[in-house]
């Protein structure tokens, strides 16, 4: 005993050394292959005769963008080429999700009917989509039926839904004067509709008595909705209809090929993964709730909509949120179908300057404020329907 | 009331030895016509399963696939030299003496596959447009599935080394395919078609595996330098979509090497696969990690093992077999993503029907194209994830 106590633990075996050791030999072997890289980077960079700085962005840009929320010319600099193209993501990702959202909830749900007819169709929907490659799909409606569509003199129609191999021409809001004091007035109504629905809802509870609170809601919905109709003589936005004047649509708003390919297959691939989560969140209830439920009385679609579907919310959303992440990432394929989002841009703008490094950090920072800005807002969420426990 | 009838129908249909048309009538009525909504669901869904069936048999039947069957070889293999296939099935037959021995070995799930893979060489030896030699080969990896399905049946002592041979499968495929320093390699940048997207697959899949379980272990560290490090990689590179992390492959990684090592596109991709697949390989295993309890830990230092003991013989064999799931499923989803490498100028599956299509004698044959190529995507998809479901269950089996 007395021997092994004077015996010193060897450098090597040593608890409180050799964390502080591996740690120092891991920096420093990372630190090494960083600066090589960097070292290699400089010279070849020095080679080409190009200086790293982020200057090149307020030089013209001078190629076009077919589609563009803001304005923008061929004149305009390279860092508002970048924000269209940031737009341009946002935009097919945003319709994307709620398109996405609405059909895999359809799909989970369909999945777990007991009609055997509906539950096969959503069973062969989801496998088919979700095995094949995102970007096969994508290629499949852009140049197999998107562009095939007839010429725009003989668009094909649906209503006033035009189709032409130039895209598609849709009816879309139109905004008036009226409009910033429908808003007022929205906002207004819908605040006395929830404070309505929340006193009958009590004074059935307290009377034990329906007073049927959902139907009063929308009469006094619809009926003010109709007063105020007339009050200002106009709805709360126009409707611009497409019409064809001989070389192109006048009026609603105009989809491209490449946006409505992206947009279509997006939602379809996505809409699989949202069903799937949303079917394994439902199913993930214990089944005693669905009993407890049925034993109460409730009627299938009541128990679904007000005992399962709120607790499983709570395991659909953490999933739910990647889903959403995905759809975005994914978004970048369209530049396989000439839809300019930020990673065609930027891959237009690096062939152009040779800045592949200012380019290739300022698309990893817009993608990592993505992912940060959703995982916040889904947290936020998260904590609103978390189970609430002693 | 509804709930009790049928309750009660089911144990019916089930229990008295009823005729063969009443259950029939018993399953339509609880599965199709419960009530009037029900029965106005399926009218509508039938007509509409209708529909579909009777357009996309249309298709089938109205469509001229010769754009498919006179560039099978360019869709399957690329630009590989001709006199140089057989090596390529050589690779196949191999291939598929292990499906068939481990069916014979295992039964199960296995056999699914198996069969499934010779019903597809089936349908490739059947059609006439293949070449008498290829229908031949194919012969010959079909039969040699059901032989070695046989000799697995028979002799039980062949686990061990078919095992051994799936470990090393792909490593012996590629050497074959590039001759092994013996015979004259085949560059890969003519690899191409089917044979790309399996290698990349499958390249990206084996590579990224030890690199994933080193940033798991590493993002569990105690040590603050390597937890954190292995934490920015595995978010910095899920942050990304793919695509770029194949163009920094294709734009930057030539950068950061330097002018004096040159390598090819092919090879590029897949670095860039391997980084990708990585980070989610990372987290895949992660969670396998955290679902080992405590006590285990505990127990293997109690038992005196050291960290790396500890790790290589306690919790990694369990932490590994809670994720394998997981990790099919992973592999499913490379799988399907080596198709990006269509849109930087590869030539794989999805590339060369690209290219193909560009062919101006093929003009506006897009759809019999890639309905082709997203119908031989989903056959080996299904399969993996039919895998995948069966694995989980076998596994689940045991579980707590």
């Given at each position: 005993m007395e021997s092994k106590k004077a015996q010193a633990t060897p450098l090597w075996r040593n608890k409180k050394v050799l964390p502080i050791l591996i740690q120092i030999l891991f920096v420093a072997i990372v630190g090494v292959a960083i600066t090589i890289m960097v070292r290699n980077v400089q010279t070849g960079l020095e080679q080409i005769g190009l200086k790293i700085g982020l200057d090149f962005l307020n030089l013209k840009a001078s190629f076009p963008i077919a589609e563009s929320l803001i304005s923008y010319t061929p004149e305009d600099p390279y860092s508002r080429a970048i924000i269209v193209g940031l737009l341009n993501t946002l935009k097919v990702s945003i319709f994307g999700i709620i398109i996405a959202s609405v059909l895999g909830v359809i799909m989970g749900i369909a999945r777990l009917s007991s009609n055997w007819l509906i539950r096969s169709l959503a069973t062969v929907y989801v496998e088919v989509f979700r095995n094949t490659p995102l970007l096969v799909q994508i290629f499949i409606w852009n140049f197999a039926v998107f562009l095939p569509m007839p010429k725009i003199q003989d668009a094909s129609s649906i209503g006033s839904f035009y189709f032409s191999n130039r895209g598609a021409?849709?009816?879309?809001?139109?905004?008036?004067?009226?409009?910033?004091?429908?808003?007022?007035?929205?906002?207004?109504?819908?605040?006395?509709?929830?404070?309505?629905?929340?006193?009958?809802?009590?004074?059935?509870?307290?009377?034990?008595?329906?007073?049927?609170?959902?139907?009063?809601?929308?009469?006094?919905?619809?009926?003010?909705?109709?007063?105020?109709?007339?009050?200002?003589?106009?709805?709360?936005?126009?409707?611009?209809?497409?019409?064809?004047?001989?070389?192109?649509?006048?009026?609603?708003?105009?989809?491209?090929?490449?946006?409505?390919?992206?947009?279509?297959?997006?939602?379809?691939?996505?809409?699989?993964?949202?069903?799937?989560?949303?079917?394994?969140?439902?199913?993930?209830?214990?089944?005693?709730?669905?009993?407890?439920?049925?034993?109460?009385?409730?009627?299938?679609?009541?128990?679904?909509?007000?005992?399962?579907?709120?607790?499983?919310?709570?395991?659909?959303?953490?999933?739910?949120?990647?889903?959403?992440?995905?759809?975005?990432?994914?978004?970048?394929?369209?530049?396989?179908?000439?839809?300019?989002?930020?990673v065609g841009i930027g891959n237009t703008i690096i062939n152009q300057t040779g800045h592949t490094f200012e380019i290739i950090l300022i698309m990893i920072s817009v993608y990592l404020l993505f992912s940060i800005g959703t995982s916040l807002f889904m947290n936020f969420f998260n904590k609103k329907f978390q189970l609430v426990e002693r | 009331m509804d709930n009790v009838q049928l309750n009660n129908s089911e144990k019916m249909a089930e229990s008295t030895s009823l005729s063969r048309l009443v259950k029939v009538q018993l399953w339509l009525k609880v599965n199709l016509f419960k009530d009037w909504k029900n029965a106005i669901l399926t009218i509508i869904a039938a007509m509409f399963t209708v529909f579909i069936i009777v357009r996309v048999s249309n298709f089938i039947a109205e469509s001229d696939w010769s754009v498919v069957s006179a560039n099978l070889r360019l869709l399957m293999v690329g630009q590989f030299p001709v006199e140089e296939i057989w090596r390529l099935w050589i690779a196949v037959i191999l291939i598929s003496v292990l499906f068939g021995a481990s069916w014979g070995l295992w039964r199960g799930v296995i056999g699914h596959v198996a069969i499934t893979l010779s019903a597809i060489m089936l349908i490739f030896a059947a059609v006439p447009?293949?070449?008498?030699?290829?229908?031949?080969?194919?012969?010959?990896?079909?039969?040699?599935?059901?032989?070695?399905?046989?000799?697995?049946?028979?002799?039980?002592?062949?686990?061990?080394?078919?095992?051994?041979?799936?470990?090393?499968?792909?490593?012996?495929?590629?050497?074959?395919?590039?001759?092994?320093?013996?015979?004259?390699?085949?560059?890969?940048?003519?690899?191409?078609?089917?044979?790309?997207?399996?290698?990349?697959?499958?390249?990206?899949?084996?590579?990224?595996?030890?690199?994933?379980?080193?940033?798991?272990?590493?993002?569990?560290?105690?040590?603050?330098?390597?937890?954190?490090?292995?934490?920015?990689?595995?978010?910095?590179?899920?942050?990304?979509?793919?695509?770029?992390?194949?163009?920094?492959?294709?734009?930057?990684?030539?950068?950061?090497i330097g002018g004096e090592i040159q390598i090819d596109n092919v090879l590029r991709a897949m670095i860039a696969f391997t980084l990708f697949s990585a980070a989610y390989l990372a987290e895949n295993i992660r969670g396998g990690l955290q679902s080992i309890p405590r006590g285990q830990f505990e127990a293997g230092q109690a038992l005196g093992l050291n960290h790396f003991k500890l790790m290589v013989f306690v919790i990694l064999p369990q932490a590994l077999k809670a994720v394998i799931p997981a990790m099919v499923g992973q592999f499913i989803s490379i799988f399907k993503d080596t198709s990006l490498v269509a849109v930087i100028g590869l030539a794989d599956f999805l590339g060369m029907a690209k290219k193909v299509a560009a062919n101006p004698e093929y003009l506006g044959k897009y759809m019999e194209l890639y309905v082709f190529i997203a119908l031989m995507y989903f056959v080996f998809c299904y399969l993996m994830s039919h895998v995948s479901k069966a694995l989980e269950k076998s596994l689940g089996a045991g579980n707590r």
């Open positions: 021409a849709i009816p879309w809001f139109t905004f008036h004067e009226n409009t910033f004091i429908w808003i007022g007035v929205i906002v207004i109504l819908a605040a006395a509709a929830i404070l309505l629905y929340k006193k009958l809802t009590s004074i059935s509870i307290a009377k034990g008595k329906s007073t049927h609170p959902i139907m009063a809601v929308i009469v006094f919905l619809v009926i003010s909705f109709i007063l105020f109709y007339f009050l200002l003589g106009n709805g709360p936005f126009g409707i611009s209809v497409p019409e064809f004047n001989g070389t192109a649509f006048v009026g609603g708003t105009s989809l491209s090929i490449g946006f409505l390919s992206m947009l279509v297959a997006l939602s379809i691939y996505t809409s699989t993964f949202i069903a799937e989560i949303v079917r394994g969140g439902i199913l993930g209830v214990p089944k005693g709730q669905t009993e407890a439920a049925k034993a109460l009385g409730f009627k299938s679609p009541t128990a679904l909509r007000l005992i399962i579907f709120p607790q499983a919310i709570r395991i659909i959303i953490p999933p739910l949120t990647s889903q959403y992440l995905n759809l975005i990432k994914n978004s970048s394929l369209a530049m396989a179908v000439a839809y300019q989002d930020i | 447009y293949t070449e008498s030699i290829t229908k031949l080969y194919l012969g010959v990896s079909i039969v040699s599935i059901y032989l070695f399905y046989a000799f697995g049946r028979k002799l039980p002592v062949l686990k061990i080394p078919v095992l051994i041979l799936w470990i090393l499968i792909i490593p012996i495929a590629v050497g074959i395919i590039n001759g092994f320093g013996i015979i004259e390699p085949v560059s890969t940048n003519v690899w191409g078609g089917f044979l790309l997207t399996l290698v990349l697959a499958s390249v990206a899949i084996i590579c990224s595996f030890p690199i994933g379980l080193l940033l798991a272990v590493g993002r569990r560290s105690k040590l603050p330098v390597i937890k954190y490090t292995c934490i920015v990689y595995i978010e910095l590179i899920r942050g990304m979509p793919l695509i770029m992390i194949l163009f920094i492959g294709q734009l930057l990684l030539p950068m950061f």
